[in-house]
């Protein structure tokens, strides 16, 4: 937790808690979980968390997704797609080596979305 999580959370009532863009597990566990901390002290009542199909094998949405179940806060987990601007660079080193871009899944589809999409307004 950290004090300036809490205090940006201070007198928030509902939130929506986008999920790290940070990929190294160890890195987006202790981010995810610092915000889910910071909340429960701030006093925040409902959180929103982007999560992503498959979250069971991810750490970092574990990780969230069990503090959010621990935490007492209500809650709603979205199952997003793939965040395409995660894996910009990496699609563009395989479809310049050979042409092929792969998900984390080889052979399977995946539908993607930017997270820009996510965080406008209406």
């Given at each position: ?28 566990t202790e981010q995810h ?89 209406p």
């Open positions: 937790m950290t004090t300036s999580v809490v205090a940006a959370l201070t007198g928030v009532h509902r939130a929506i808690f986008v999920s790290s863009p940070v990929l190294d597990p160890s890195v987006r979980r610092t915000v889910v901390e910071s909340a429960v002290t701030a006093g925040v009542r409902h959180m929103v968390y982007t999560s992503a199909t498959g979250a069971r094998h991810d750490p970092g949405h574990s990780a969230a997704e069990d503090a959010l179940a621990e935490s007492g806060i209500r809650h709603v987990v979205l199952r997003n797609a793939l965040y395409t601007d995660a894996f910009v660079d990496r699609a563009i080193t395989q479809a310049s080596a050979g042409g092929a871009i792969t998900g984390p899944v080889r052979h399977a589809l995946s539908a993607h979305s930017a997270r820009r999409v996510h965080a406008r307004e």
